[in-house]
């Protein structure tokens, strides 16, 4: 029952990061929507400096605010669906309703806004899923099934397609609201840090918060799903290249992500940061085009790139909510700033150059997160070697007098220990085969016997002694 319990929010924020993106991919690259972009392009500009400008703006909106979007997201969650297809549909029928960009530009803003909140708070919920395996199975798995699903709704007739979008972002709010509903005994608080990685890894997420982001936002300015109106990444014809892509997207995540621990996600995500940088160095269409490789294995490979560097934009995110002392809507809505901010950007620079002027901005820019992340990596090292662990024996020693000195049960004792260890509650849990909530209840009555607030703050104490 546990396990079903678990796995209901799991499959509902799957299946909502996938809609959301299928929604997104169908409105700008879906051939029932090619002459709205068209109007927009040829009057004012790509349709994507709009919809990027509105993300900037509502999720610095939500930065500013995170507390008031949290308290009043109900009637966001409720309304933000039904306006988002309202503004599907009628961007879909902009060109027959009107001449001018009017329309389909305010469109095309409204549904920015749109997929800000639902991303932001999709982040949110995942972000409350107990364990690490899960968020990553979340992400990863809401990437694949959005990569396949857009090829089947792009080959669909154009009015059955818009109509079967507006209905994706529709089911996007449902499974929102029902994750929020499985997810609504866990609470999240900027001072509860039971759940969160290590405070040595914390500043590292900062970095990977800002780099994620930007890597994504280059690997969408080089690629066909960085602009609207490109018809090349949906249709049934882009299966061929789709499948494959999937596949060495999940044997990639694997690799990396194939053992999940609290204490070792800062690592993975630094390992993970090198693969994206050297595969958006050498995934270069042009330069795979010139060397005479087959179409179909350029776009496999540059569609595999597009879904890890969007995976870990997202896990970025995601991770910064469970790690920053920030309101956890503020890291969400942070992601999607930073990456819409160096979106606009980069599809105004790196569209205007050169074949080898590209080739060579890129490479610098590589070489510069490349530098900020070695300097990041030595921080986290350094701040490791000045915490470093205290041996075992010594560990034991120092939580057998505090349960001694703070009147603690034997069991309290074994826990105390654990906790001073590093161990996570489910490590806890299983350890001493005892279920989750007597865990929660054995470390609150600790917390309030050493009089600490946190695992950090017990840590501290036990090593201090």
Not at 219 to 228: C, D, E, N, T
């Amino acid at each position: 029952m546990a396990k079903a319990s678990a796995a209901r929010p799991l499959i509902f924020i799957t299946i909502g990061l996938a809609l959301l993106d299928i929604w997104c991919d169908v409105l700008g690259h879906g051939s029932a929507t090619v002459a709205a972009a068209d109007l927009v392009g040829a009057s004012l500009t790509n349709g994507r400096v709009f919809w990027n400008i509105s993300l900037v703006a509502f999720c610095g909106a939500i930065v500013l605010a995170p507390r008031w979007f949290t308290d009043h997201h109900r009637p966001w969650d409720l309304a933000v669906p039904a306006a988002a297809a309202l503004g599907t549909v009628l961007y879909a029928l902009s060109p027959s309703l009107t001449p001018g960009p009017a329309l389909p530009t305010a469109c095309i803003v409204l549904t920015g806004v749109c997929y800000g909140w639902l991303e932001a708070r999709l982040f949110f919920e995942a972000a409350r899923l107990e364990k690490l395996a899960h968020v990553v199975l979340a992400l990863a798995g809401s990437r694949v099934v959005k990569a396949i699903a857009v090829a089947g709704v792009g080959a669909l007739a154009p009015a059955v397609q818009i109509a079967a979008d507006a209905l994706a972002v529709v089911g996007c709010g449902a499974c929102l609201i029902a994750a929020t509903t499985s997810l609504a005994h866990i609470e999240m608080r900027p001072t509860s840090t039971e759940w969160r990685l290590p405070v040595t890894e914390r500043a590292g997420f900062i970095a990977f918060v800002i780099l994620f982001p930007v890597l994504n936002a280059v690997g969408r300015a080089l690629s066909p799903l960085g602009f609207w109106g490109d018809e090349s990444i949906v249709g049934g014809a882009a299966l061929p290249s789709i499948l494959p892509a999937c596949a060495l997207f999940i044997a990639v995540v694997v690799a990396i992500f194939h053992h999940y621990d609290d204490g070792g996600m800062f690592p993975r995500m630094a390992a993970a940061l090198l693969v994206l940088l050297g595969a958006l160095l050498l995934v270069d269409q042009t330069t795979l085009a010139e060397l005479a490789v087959p179409e179909v294995v350029i776009q496999s490979a540059s569609l595999s790139v597009e879904l890890l560097s969007h995976f870990l934009f997202w896990l970025a995110g995601v991770m910064a909510a469970r790690t920053l002392e920030w309101p956890p809507l503020r890291s969400t809505a942070m992601a999607e700033l930073v990456m819409s901010t160096a979106a606009i950007l980069f599809s105004l620079i790196l569209q205007s150059v050169s074949s080898l002027g590209r080739f060579i901005v890129i490479a610098a820019l590589y070489g510069a997160v490349a530098v900020l992340m070695a300097v990041v990596w030595r921080t986290w090292q350094a701040g490791h070697e000045a915490e470093a662990p205290t041996p075992v024996n010594d560990l034991a020693e120092a939580c057998a007098l505090i349960a001694a000195e703070r009147n603690l049960s034997p069991r309290e004792a074994e826990v105390l220990a654990l906790l001073a260890e590093g161990r996570s509650r489910t490590y806890i849990m299983e350890k001493l085969v005892i279920s989750d909530a007597t865990v929660k209840s054995h470390t609150n009555h600790i917390y309030q016997k050493l009089g600490v607030h946190s695992k950090q703050d017990l840590i501290t104490m036990v090593r201090e002694r």
